[in-house]
């Protein structure tokens, strides 16, 4: 099998093919021959800055080729995704069965990757905020995967000022498409009016001016990779706090509660009430190419790896168009419609 690895820490061109043995599932383990394969920022940082190299993660869905001792509710045949933790760039990948989910028939192995974990972050950041009806909330990195789904979490929540933060003006019409009110970026010397929720995917050296956009009493939700500093006076001064988050929590300590809002994202898919937006389908010989673009801060939603390169198609081109009726078309088709 074909499967990408990188031996030296650096941009995408560390990254290359190669010829790897089919992987044999152990136990409570399924073999998933990948269809497609979610990008993540941590695993874009892992290859630039990580301490050493190792295997990449991601989100992998298809169909299961094998399952290993003690697997149960799950058989061969069954599509299904997972986050995958090792070697998740591969035309073979190995999802443990409490991190693996069915796959609707109606939804494509694109739809599981774009909706699944990022979806369950959005809902859970979103929920950790101790949102009310009528609060308002801001979301960084409001055009990434995780981002176009909080703001659609949060519109549909009852917010009455949605506010998404961009790193660039060219996807202000993308944002707002998705229910976003404001537009603000990061170079910006105000964020606007202070609100009650900020959700933080990102970290680093702008968490400080995401809890300055706080109001009074206002929550900070911390779930990047990222890290940052955060300076208690700015907590002391408006009676904020902040608050982390991580699925992989929810998922290993309250697994009713991460199966039910799994199912929930499914259904809300179904309805048409929350939709994933995809960037770019690109082949996993490709994969550089896909580091380029979230190192670049140009996607416009998820990042997807394909193993079937007959298949592809790419928003690149449309969404890097500086001209908002450029990208019309790929704000107003979101996938699996």
Excluded at 80 to 98: I, N, R, S
Aim: glycine fraction near 12%.
């Amino acid at each position: 099998m074909r499967r990408v690895r990188y031996e030296v820490n650096g941009g995408p061109e560390v990254l290359f093919v190669e010829q790897a043995e089919v992987p044999e599932p152990g136990p409570a383990e399924l073999l998933v021959r990948a269809e497609a394969i979610g990008v993540t920022l941590p695993a874009v940082r892992k290859v630039r800055e990580g301490a050493e190299p190792g295997p990449l993660g991601g989100e992998v869905a298809g169909a299961v080729a094998a399952v290993g001792e003690g697997v149960v509710g799950f058989a061969v045949g069954d599509r299904v995704t997972g986050l995958c933790f090792a070697h998740a760039y591969a035309e073979f990948a190995l999802l443990h069965q409490a991190m693996a989910s069915h796959v609707p028939d109606r939804a494509t192995a694109v739809d599981a990757v774009a909706l699944v974990r990022s979806g369950l972050v959005a809902r859970g950041a979103y929920e950790a905020g101790h949102p009310v009806t009528g609060d308002s909330v801001l979301v960084r990195a409001a055009a990434s995967a995780v981002g176009t789904l909080a703001l659609q979490y949060a519109k549909a929540g009852g917010a009455s000022r949605v506010v998404a933060a961009v790193s660039s003006p060219d996807k202000a019409a993308f944002v707002r498409a998705l229910g976003a009110d404001e537009v603000v970026l990061y170079g910006d010397e105000s964020w606007g009016d202070p609100v009650d929720v900020v959700l933080d995917g990102v970290g680093g050296e702008l968490l400080g001016p995401a809890v300055r956009a706080l109001g009074q009493d206002g929550r900070l939700v911390a779930f990047s990779s990222g890290g940052g500093t955060v300076e208690a006076y700015e907590l002391l001064v408006r009676g904020a706090s902040v608050i982390g988050f991580q699925m992989a929590a929810i998922a290993r300590g309250r697994p009713e509660l991460y199966a039910r809002w799994r199912d929930e994202l499914w259904e809300r898919h179904r309805s048409g009430a929350l939709q994933p937006r995809v960037h770019a389908e690109i082949p996993l010989a490709e994969a550089g190419r896909s580091h380029e673009i979230i190192e670049s801060r140009r996607n416009l939603g998820k990042v997807v790896l394909v193993t079937d390169a007959t298949e592809i198609t790419d928003a690149t081109d449309a969404t890097d168009a500086t001209d908002a009726s450029d990208i019309t078309d790929v704000i107003d088709r979101p996938h699996g419609s």
